[in-house]
């Protein structure tokens, strides 16, 4: 009895932890109906502050704690002023969303180069002598963590039940229009409440610095973990940020005693995959749902631009032609490897490009069906010795079934919940690539992966890898583009303009929107198997969560919804670091910033830019071609 009970005081510290993140979440989604993918990052922020002015300096725990939680609060007001509040202004909730995970990026990256990449960790407030009551041991900073998130709670509900300011939060939460129409400053109060949420998150990274080590990417984990709590309580709801942060820090601390501690995270995400299938708006719904679309009325939809058709065809040719002699000019060392990389990672954004571009559906977990793939196809060409083109083949069915399955489970969720689901999926194999150490080498990854090979030809050089990723590229660019030409590319356009709209004209929406998975999560199989084939080589952190992030950012920075905008992301992204090595450092944070930026500032991407301008070019008299997304 005594070790159960310690396990549930080890869950009430670590859910109280999820908890905090989760109250952030759960402000700024009542208030602008927006998930802040960049909550988790105001906790490194803090927790990185006090570091830096209690060890640094030497201040006492107090002023550095204060210190630490202002400097944090401010920093993250600058970044929001100009990012956050633009974006609930301007684009629709799912866009949001997607530049919310930049913000996540940017701010990863800060800190990545303001305090580097080792862990840094705090002695506890009150001394390491935890305090004893009939045999249980509590860490003396979990005394500390149930205060403060105590006082938190209290707060949160006087400031918005009992004061003017409240009332204005929650005006704006239940109806922006009739709030603008009484006075109310929305951007004022978007603001407010992403700087509360960032006070907050800076407050649980300053407690829970002594508890755990934290290092530069530690923002990832507090968002998942703060998010997959909130979901789980329900979504605006700070009575289940709370239950939820509990349940979930319990699930884990039982699951690591009684199963292992290597898949404590993938019981915990069953958890969680069974709550939002059973109750899509959690344990405690914070209300009635109201539709997105309705919300994001008058809000600023991506635009896509397209070249003619004779000038498609041209530019189409120019670009395959440069792309095919690539290989044959002088380049720095490791560059054409670079180049091989894009353009693996181009297939998966293909696929990412169906779902998000041209299908409106925000996915999280695209990296999941990489996973998949790669682990599937190089488990068995390595331990079995299957021919890679069967191999290949067996993941992209083994790929495909996943998606049927995840869109069978999820098949009632939307936005922001339908997110979630892709992300829980991308965790889950993120956790059993790491838990299944005997099938896919676990942490250190599986070696001994063989070239690719197709009948007797082996593409074992830099140079035959570039050509077969180029060709199936083209391959694949050829066939998606007729068939968004035809019935099924107009259907997910409408299906992403208006889902009710799209039913009510016969389309079948569901289908279509398993369809555009199941593609998907060939593509991202597909790539995830050339990339085994290609390194010899793949692990746990070449095909984890993060990359997903990295994929949307490529396809944002490229152009949704225009197959080769995609293409544009891939290679700055995965060239820039290895052309200016001196600031791969930035690397990161240059990403985030670019995400955003592109969202705010240029939403028709990269390729969107230049098609626009090679439009102005005279051509035999064609004029702009210019079609909103969705028409």
Not at 376 to 402: D, E, K, N, Q
Not at 568 to 576: A, Q
Request: proline content about 4%; hydrophobic content about 60%; overall charge positive.
């Amino acid at each position: 009895m005594t070790s159960i009970l310690q396990i549930v005081i080890g869950g009430l510290l670590q859910g109280g932890v999820f908890a905090i993140a989760a109250l952030g979440f759960s402000l700024v989604f009542r208030v602008t109906n927006v998930v802040n993918l960049s909550q988790g990052a105001f906790c490194v922020l803090g927790a990185m502050g006090m570091y830096y002015f209690q060890v640094s300096f030497g201040w006492p725990i107090l002023p550095a704690a204060v210190a630490a939680v202002v400097c944090a609060t401010a920093f993250s007001l600058l970044v929001g002023a100009f990012t956050f509040v633009p974006a609930v202004s301007r684009l629709p909730s799912s866009s949001a969303l997607v530049l919310t995970a930049g913000l996540l990026t940017f701010f990863i990256g800060v800190t990545l180069v303001v305090w580097g990449n080792q862990p840094y960790a705090l002695p506890p407030f009150s001394g390491e002598a935890p305090l004893v009551i009939g045999g249980l041991r509590i860490p003396s900073q979990g005394i500390w963590l149930a205060s403060v998130s105590a006082v938190i709670i209290v707060g949160l509900w006087l400031l918005l039940q009992k004061t003017t300011l409240g009332r204005a939060l929650r005006a704006c939460a239940e109806n922006p229009a009739a709030a603008r129409l009484m006075g109310i400053d929305l951007r004022a109060m978007i603001l407010l409440s992403f700087g509360l949420a960032a006070m907050i998150g800076s407050v649980g990274g300053v407690l829970v610095a002594p508890v755990m080590s934290l290092q530069f990417d530690s923002g990832q984990f507090f968002t998942i973990s703060g998010f997959i709590a909130v979901a789980i309580g329900g979504m605006g709801s700070f009575a289940g940020s709370i239950v939820g942060g509990i349940l979930l820090g319990v699930a884990e601390q039982f699951a690591a005693y009684y199963v292992s501690s290597l898949f404590a995270n993938t019981l915990a995400l069953a958890l969680l995959l069974a709550v939002l299938v059973l109750r899509p708006a959690g344990l405690f719904p914070s209300g009635p749902p109201r539709r997105s679309d309705v919300r994001d009325e008058g809000r600023i939809h991506r635009a896509v631009v397209r070249l003619p058709g004779r000038r498609q065809l041209a530019f189409a040719v120019i670009l395959l032609v440069v792309l095919a002699v690539v290989p044959a000019l002088p380049m720095p060392n490791g560059l054409l490897q670079s180049l091989v990389i894009a353009l693996i990672l181009y297939i998966a954004v293909l696929g990412l490009d169906v779902l998000m571009g041209y299908a409106g559906q925000v996915s999280l977990g695209h990296a999941g069906f990489m996973a998949v793939g790669g682990y599937c196809a190089a488990i068995l060409a390595t331990s079995y010795g299957w021919p890679p083109v069967a191999a290949v083949i067996a993941a992209l069915i083994l790929s495909v079934l996943c998606a049927l399955l995840l869109a069978l489970a999820t098949g009632r969720l939307r936005g922001h919940y339908l997110a979630l689901a892709t992300l829980t999926f991308g965790l889950l194999v993120d956790s059993l690539a790491v838990g299944l150490v005997d099938l896919t080498g676990g942490p250190s990854g599986l070696v001994g992966v063989p070239a690719f090979e197709v009948a007797g030809f082996s593409f074992d050089t830099p140079v035959r890898m570039y050509y077969l990723a180029l060709a199936l590229a083209a391959i694949l660019v050829l066939a998606l583009e007729g068939g968004m030409r035809l019935g099924f590319g107009r259907a997910l356009k409408a299906v992403r303009s208006d889902q009710l709209a799209a039913a009510a004209l016969g389309v079948n929406v569901s289908r279509v929107k398993i369809v555009a998975l199941c593609i998907s999560a060939a593509l991202a199989s597909l790539s995830g198997s050339l990339y085994a084939f290609s390194f010899h080589f793949l692990s746990p952190e070449m095909v984890e969560t993060t990359r997903s992030f990295e994929m949307i950012a490529m396809l944002v920075l490229g152009g949704e919804g225009t197959l080769i905008g995609g293409l544009f992301g891939s290679l700055v992204l995965t060239l820039l670091p290895t052309l200016v090595q001196d600031l791969a450092v930035f690397k990161t944070a240059v990403e985030g910033a670019l995400l955003v930026i592109i969202f705010l500032f240029m939403p028709e991407g990269l390729f969107g830019r230049l098609v626009l301008w090679l439009n102005k070019i005279p051509f035999r008299g064609t004029a702009i071609a210019y079609a909103r997304a969705g028409s």
